[in-house]
């Protein structure tokens, strides 16, 4: 096994994270661990909860059978908790498979919380939120994510518009009107000025007139344009959301230490 930290597995868990520890791993994480990976007793994995950052665990125990958990001793933090750009992603649901599509790369953006919408056009109006946030979890895991978006119940868009928090600045993917194109909006005073925003993006049919009027007329709305073409509603969320990474997000920091340091000992040493 490699001495590289970043070549470890990486694991969410729910459970508090300290120096000495101990974890019970679930039975299909030991599956994972110790059929798939083969990993053995000294063998070093990368665990996270989105509050205590990222440890270094060693394996004390493996699993010994498919309804035992493994045993871990958490020996060092790699990396200390930090949290994103703190924007929204507020779309309208879509057939499941570009559904969670969208919350595998959403997660891999940096979306804050995932707040489905339901709109007059939408022809999806439930969702299945735990598996939406297994599908968070596992993209997490893999684009060394420290934390995990909050993925919330499906809610009206007239219900979400009456209780809008009046700190974020809601932004209204519109595919036609006078709206901005998403580099000069993003780019500008207003966007720069609110640091906690969340993006509006409509189901298959997009939004219908009222709606659009209704999100136009919400307090300080910036209404952007994803270019000349008409964009599926996955790619206009994902599009959307990278712009504003890159013009308004933390795509701007220089800091881009993903991976924990690089550590000098065999992976069998404490």
Not at 46 to 60: A, L, P, Q, S
Not at 89 to 109: G, Q, V, Y
Not at 134 to 141: F, S
Request: with cysteine; net charge neutral.
């Amino acid at each position: 096994m490699s001495n590289a930290p970043h070549t470890w597995p990486r694991l969410y868990v729910g459970t508090l994270l300290a120096e000495k520890a101990s974890l019970t791993l679930s039975p299909a994480h030991s599956h994972y661990i110790c059929v798939v990976l083969r990993l053995r007793e000294g063998d070093s994995l990368r665990f996270f909860n989105g509050r205590d950052g990222e440890w270094r665990g060693m394996i004390t125990q493996p699993a010994k059978g498919k309804t035992q958990g493994t045993l871990v001793t958490l020996v060092e933090q790699l990396r200390a908790q930090s949290f994103g750009a703190d924007i929204w992603l507020c779309p309208a649901p879509i057939k499941r498979a570009h559904f969670d599509f969208m919350i595998m790369k959403a997660t891999e953006l940096g979306a804050r919380v995932i707040q489905p919408i339901l709109t007059a056009r939408a022809q999806i109006r439930e969702t299945n939120t735990e598996r939406l946030r297994a599908i968070a979890i596992e993209a997490a895991e893999q684009s060394e994510r420290l934390d995990l978006p909050e993925i919330r119940e499906p809610v009206t868009l007239d219900s979400l518009i009456k209780e809008w928090p009046k700190h974020r600045l809601p932004i209204y993917c519109a595919e036609f009107g006078d709206a901005q194109p998403a580099a000069q909006a993003f780019s500008g005073a207003l966007a720069h000025a609110r640091p906690a925003a969340a993006i509006f993006t409509g189901p298959e049919g997009g939004f219908t007139e009222d709606e659009s009027a209704r999100l136009r007329a919400m307090a300080e709305t910036l209404p952007v344009r994803l270019g000349p073409r008409i964009l599926r509603a996955d790619t206009a969320a994902l599009a959307a959301l990278a712009c504003w990474q890159a013009l308004c997000g933390d795509w701007q920091s220089r800091d881009f230490s993903t991976r924990p340091t690089e550590k000098r000992e065999g992976p069998h040493e404490p």
